[in-house]
């Protein structure tokens, strides 16, 4: 195993908070005298089958765990996805089904064994213990915490600010968190900057049954491609492990050097410093191999970067791009579905809105734009489409 000192800088990279530092250093030290390796807990709600990049920052984390020899339990919330995770909500999120949550379960194990090692890796679905809870046991977690301390968290502040209902099913959702600590004895707990009420429920619920409580690690939420929102695949600006390799070179080639550097601290454990002696498009060019090496191959990579270099290449030989032919002062939407680049004008509405559009160099805001002279039309980084005016007729 390597030093606390050593193990402290790789497991607080990236991280926001850490709770406590002294408390987690103490345990690195003692599971370093005793050998023993220490329980890492982190909770997955299936509420989703496929997972993008953001889903990979805690799965990275967790790896990094695993390499510096501790256990890694992942927690699939089969039974609290019954209710849904209120964290960061403005609504009461609609229940799953059963069917649904099982699914989602099975594909979601099946896709982490792609960062983690899964022989290292205790899999488990709170459903085991949680059902087997009575009433009175319900009744006694709930006495554990006050309600003043439900309503001063933030979310729930913000909804009943706002007149919106917060339910007392939501209220459980946090008590059910923590008492997976206590039912895993878990030593550190991982999760986003969201989590944050939830993992320190499990803190104090751990006291309540007289264990030490779990150390606290939280990371960032990963911005998507658009710089700015929270990768989702609502929003259309993730990048999802099962996006194809030209794709994924693509959208990280598209990002801003900023987010690039985030991307690096939080998806690989590439060395930061000399990242930063890199040229910003080198380094961009190497973090999508990285990326695609671990999803696919080094090979596949490295054919990604090529036929990327060959579609980049047109943006200085037009001639090579295909055509589409439009009246003059058409729209910037109806050109776009004119030239097949999107199925709908939902989607280009939401690309022009994701500032994934441009037209001759220059980035595209609005939707009825019109299109006066001809030009070069990208969406996306890798589509392109040479904008021809149709001539008027002699009379």
């Not at 800088?9 to 709770?19: S, Y």
């Not at 006495?143 to 939501?170: C, H, P, W, Y």
């Amino acid at each position: 195993m390597k030093s606390v000192e050593e193990q402290f800088k790789i497991i607080t990279r990236g991280a926001v908070d850490i709770i406590s530092e002294d408390e987690l250093k103490q345990k690195l030290r003692r599971s370093l005298k005793a050998k023993r390796p220490l329980r890492i807990k982190a909770g997955f709600d299936p509420t989703a089958p496929d997972i993008h990049l953001g889903h990979t920052v805690l799965l990275n984390k967790l790896r990094q765990f695993q390499e510096l020899g501790h256990l890694v339990y992942f927690l699939i919330g089969d039974f609290t996805a019954r209710i849904g995770d209120p964290s960061g909500r403005t609504q009461i999120r609609k229940p799953m089904g059963r069917l649904e949550i099982v699914k989602n379960a099975l594909t979601y194990k099946k896709q982490v064994g792609k960062i983690l090692n899964l022989r290292k890796t205790k899999v488990v679905f709170n459903s085991r213990w949680l059902e087997k809870m009575r009433t009175a046991d319900f009744l006694r977690l709930s006495g554990k915490v006050t309600v003043s301390q439900m309503i001063a968290r933030q979310d729930f502040k913000k909804r009943l600010e706002n007149n919106q209902d917060v339910s007392l099913l939501e209220f459980m959702y946090p008590l059910l968190q923590g008492y997976d600590s206590v039912v895993l004895h878990s030593d550190i707990e991982l999760g986003g900057t969201d989590q944050i009420f939830n993992l320190l429920i499990g803190r104090d619920l751990q006291k309540d049954f007289g264990q030490e409580p779990q150390a606290v690690v939280t990371l960032p939420l990963l911005e998507g491609t658009d710089g700015i929102q929270k990768m989702s695949k609502s929003l259309g600006n993730y990048i999802s492990i099962h996006d194809t390799p030209s794709e994924i070179f693509g959208k990280i080639m598209s990002i801003s050097d900023e987010l690039m550097y985030k991307y690096y601290t939080l998806l690989t454990d590439e060395n930061l410093e000399e990242v930063r002696r890199l040229h910003p498009k080198e380094a961009k060019e190497r973090l999508g191999k990285l990326i695609i090496t671990r999803y696919y191959s080094q090979q596949t990579a490295q054919a990604a970067a090529e036929e990327f270099k060959r579609v980049f290449a047109l943006r200085s030989t037009p001639e090579e791009i295909a055509a589409v032919t439009i009246d003059a002062h058409t729209s910037i939407l109806q050109s776009m579905s004119a030239a097949g680049i999107v199925k709908s004008k939902n989607e280009g509405r939401r690309l022009i809105r994701q500032n994934a559009v441009e037209f001759d160099g220059r980035k595209v805001t609005d939707e009825n734009m019109p299109i006066t002279q001809p030009g070069i039309l990208k969406v996306g980084s890798r589509q392109f489409r040479k904008v021809v005016i149709k001539q008027k007729s002699a009379s």
